[in-house]
């Protein structure tokens, strides 16, 4: 089974601390994204990476950045946090196109304050 | 402007069939996808259609028209244990590199 991992289930950050969300995949997946999740909103996409060292904007990259130095690891930065950044993150990895079955770690619930 | 639409909820009675629609507007597209998630879970990926038609798997069907941007994932002989959200997503481009949309979410709610 593949197995998505995320370094926390809940993290609790201070307004203009910076915050590293971790991301690792257990199934040499090429591409690896994150999302944050929001009510009434769906996933929206943050960045992606579909190759080492290599990463595109989604919609919505704007407070974020991202590092993947390695394959199996995608990393999520949020450079100073905001309150309007409190939100599920969810990470996930897929070695297909696209949206076509992508798999998702169990997300990182972060509130700032 | 990119968009998926899909209803925010819909009630069926366990045992019965429900659809689930959705309606897309992008600029490409390359493949429709749905995923589950029960609350407090991660998504979790059920089918994919790529071409017009029919994909069965199971209890769970998804079918795509290109023609009219549409397409529904159909449940059958519901179960207590459906009760989620479903999301549609669509892959505008046609490659890995392309950037993914996700619809708001169905909660679907199954009465005994």
């Known amino acids: 089974d593949v197995k998505v991992t995320q370094s926390s289930r809940y993290l609790v950050k201070r307004t203009g601390e910076k915050v590293f969300l971790e991301c690792v995949q257990d199934?040499?997946?090429?591409?690896m994204f994150w999302y944050r999740q929001d009510p009434g909103l769906g996933l929206r996409l943050i960045y992606f990476?579909?190759?080492?060292?290599?990463?595109e904007k989604g919609d919505i990259p704007e407070g974020y950045s991202v590092s993947r130095e390695k394959k199996e690891r995608f990393s999520l930065i949020l450079e100073s946090a905001s309150t309007n950044q409190t939100s599920m993150y969810l990470c996930?990895?897929?070695?297909?196109?696209?949206?076509?079955?992508?798999?998702f770690g169990p997300g990182t619930r972060l509130t700032v304050t | 402007g990119q968009s998926l639409e899909q209803p925010s909820e819909v009630t069926a009675v366990e045992g019965a069939i429900v659809q689930i629609n959705c309606t897309y507007q992008?600029?490409?597209?390359?493949?429709l996808s749905w995923y589950q998630q029960h609350d407090g879970g991660a998504p979790t990926f059920l089918s994919y259609n790529a071409l017009d038609g029919l994909e069965e798997t199971g209890r769970f069907s998804s079918f795509l028209s290109r023609s009219d941007s549409y397409g529904y994932l159909l449940l059958q002989e519901l179960q207590m244990k459906d009760s989620a959200s479903y999301f549609c997503?669509?892959?505008?481009?046609?490659?890995?590199?392309?950037?993914?949309?996700f619809g708001s979410g169905t909660r679907l709610s199954i009465r005994p």
């Open positions: 997503a669509v892959s505008p481009g046609y490659s890995s590199a392309s950037k993914i949309i």
């Open positions: 199934m040499d997946h090429e591409n």
């Open positions: 990476s579909y190759d080492v060292k290599m990463k």
């Open positions: 992008t600029s490409g597209f390359y493949g």
């Open positions: 996930a990895s897929s070695n297909r196109e696209g949206a076509y079955e992508q798999y």
